[in-house]
């Protein structure tokens, strides 16, 4: 016969266990924090950090629009569609020669 079987040692030190009469058993002091902080996923640095450096570039970036736009603001559009044909021709082809 087998006098090392686990299960049948399992078996008897489940059934020497009382419970009726004993205290319930309490979770040790901060057992519960410990737990609950190691479920957190794991913060990833660099991410934040580039979450954060785009977050705080986007103000940067409206300003300098805006300063652009008013430093070089477009000419507003000649009213083309009010020309006739031949001032709307020499109003294009002089453009194009202007430009190098």
Do not use: I
């Amino acid at each position: 016969m087998n006098t090392n079987n686990p299960w049948k040692r399992l078996a008897d030190a489940a059934s020497r266990n009382t419970t009726g009469t004993e205290a319930p058993a309490e979770m040790p002091f901060g057992f519960d924090t410990r737990v609950l902080a190691q479920l957190r996923p794991q913060r990833q640095l660099t991410a934040e950090l580039l979450g954060r450096l785009a977050f705080d570039a986007v103000p940067v970036a409206a300003v300098v629009l805006v300063a652009c736009w008013l430093t070089v603001r477009p000419e507003p559009p000649v009213k083309l569609a009010a020309m006739d044909p031949v001032t709307l021709a020499d109003v294009v082809f002089a453009e194009e020669t202007e430009e190098p």
